[in-house]
């Protein structure tokens, strides 16, 4: 979810072919968590092997990582969560609950033949396992593509990486990275260049948005420090803010006032305590500079083993990605060939 800073983000927005040659460090469960929402059956069913199992996060990963990394030239590390702040029980509590009621709406949707409410629900039920997780860390694994386990919040490690040039870019569809301390935000890394909005049931067209941090502290006058101030008035994963203050108001607020302990007494009261513990979390994340973000080599065999075999992928799908991953290794030997000709 993040927090809600849309109204004040200053960005650019851009086509996929001008992220060619970058490198980005990508919120994998965030990934993940779109890829079990929106790939499902006409009914909201999600795609599921033989055995019953979810296989729609392991379908978007091949289709997507292996366009962006072949077809548009994009490096890929995907990052994921690990242990989530104590303060983030209240947020993830908050989205059981709709999760539960999302699940009773669809199934009475379903119930009285209404296809369309049903979808409309359905992507408000998914549920990424640690199962899951660590069955696209093995896809990825023989795929080649790099991964990360985070220590604590992905975005946080994400941003770290950016922040010493492991990576150009953070990409996630929240701001938080930006709060975290990237230099750069990739927000709407999509193939298909639209978002399902689940309260209209309709789609939305999307193009990928670039925000500079620098860009836009600059033109928004605020610290990164500030802007985390901000952050914390509207409501972030870890406090719920203070009712009717949106990002605007914040930022005024801020501008004014310097920082939350100068705010008016009224104000203050309202945030309640807790907020430097917020603030800490931000600027002092748990984050590891243990990593590797090289690519290996493409275990075929394996690949096609364990999606079809196992999962049971259509061999004509999968044969497409693993071409597209040749094509990449291939490129990236003939590039590698040409720089060591020109030393």
């Known amino acids: 979810m993040g927090v809600h800073l849309t109204p004040i983000v200053v960005k650019e927005v851009v086509g996929l072919k001008q992220l060619g040659g970058r490198s980005l460090a990508v919120d994998g469960n965030g990934m993940l968590y779109e890829f079990l929402s929106l790939i499902r059956l006409r009914d909201g069913t999600p795609l599921k092997d033989s055995s019953g199992r979810v296989t729609s996060h392991l379908a978007g990963l091949i289709y997507r990582v292996t366009r962006l990394v072949a077809d548009y030239g994009i490096d890929l590390v995907l990052v994921f969560d690990g242990k989530p702040p104590g303060l983030k029980k209240k947020t993830v509590e908050k989205r059981r609950t709709a999760r539960r ?17 049903a979808f409309s629900k359905a992507v408000m039920t998914s549920r990424l396992t640690p199962a899951m997780v660590e069955e696209a860390k093995k896809t990825l694994g023989l795929m080649g593509v790099p991964y990360v386990q985070a220590p604590g919040e992905a975005e946080a490690q994400a941003a770290h990486m950016a922040a010493v040039g492991s990576a150009w870019a953070a990409a996630s569809k929240d701001y938080d990275s930006l709060l975290f301390g990237a230099p750069r935000l990739v927000r709407f890394l999509t193939i298909s260049g639209r978002e399902y909005l689940p309260s209209r049931g309709t789609f939305r067209p999307l193009k990928p948005e670039v925000i ?132």
């Open 212 to 343: 500079e941090m620098s860009r836009m502290r600059e033109m928004l006058g605020v610290t990164r420090e500030q802007l985390v101030d901000v952050a914390i008035l509207v409501g972030t994963d870890f406090n719920p803010g203070v009712q009717g203050i949106g990002p605007k108001t914040a930022l005024e607020l801020i501008r004014k006032h310097g920082r939350i302990e100068e705010l008016p007494d009224e104000v203050l009261s309202s945030l309640g305590e807790g907020f430097n513990e917020v603030r800490e979390i931000f600027l002092r994340p748990s984050v590891t500079s243990d990593y590797s973000i090289r690519y290996s080599e493409l275990r075929k065999t394996e690949l096609v083993r364990f999606l079809c075999t196992e999962r049971g992928f259509d061999r004509k799908r999968v044969e497409t990605a693993v071409r597209r991953m040749e094509r990449f290794y291939e490129g990236t030997k003939q590039s590698s060939l040409e720089r060591w000709a020109r030393a």
């Open 101 to 117: 009621r999302a699940i009773r709406e669809y199934r009475e949707a379903l119930e009285r033949g209404d296809i369309a409410a």
